[in-house]
């Protein structure tokens, strides 16, 4: 079981940053690859990015390349979102989620755990 907590979310205007985290309860968080996923109102949860359990390995929605950076420390037990660049359409309700398939899934159906979210909110 793996217990998951948002935080960081807030506003920010166009063009700024900033950084959200996850942090996991468990003692084999090493062993979940990790995503984020967001939310926007009246449309569906769509994937944002994605890191393996600890080779490293990424993999970015189209939308967000070359601006968000995931990252974990797993012996913080805490996996990051750095969104940079950011756009008044990045303004979603941001979710971490975890699975023991290590395989980059972008599907949330592929994840097993979910956090309870936090708010991004983009100004133009």
């Known amino acids: 079981q793996v217990q998951l907590v948002e935080s960081g979310g807030g506003l920010v205007q166009a063009g700024g940053s900033l950084r959200i985290s996850c942090a996991a309860s468990?003692?084999?968080?090493?062993?979940?690859?990790m995503g984020w996923f967001r939310q926007a109102p009246g449309k569906e949860r769509e994937f944002v990015a994605a890191i393996s359990w600890s080779d490293g390995r990424t993999r970015y929605a189209d939308s967000v390349k070359g601006r968000f950076t995931i990252s974990r420390d797993n012996a913080k037990n805490t996996v990051y979102l750095q969104m940079n660049s950011l756009k008044p359409e990045d303004t979603a309700v941001y979710y971490c989620?975890?699975?023991?398939?290590?395989?980059?899934?972008?599907?949330?159906?592929?994840?097993?755990?979910w956090g309870q979210g936090t708010q991004v909110t983009v100004s133009s």
């Open positions: 989620a975890a699975t023991q398939r290590n395989l980059l899934i972008p599907s949330p159906s592929a994840y097993d755990y």
């Open positions: 468990g003692r084999t968080f090493s062993r979940y690859a």
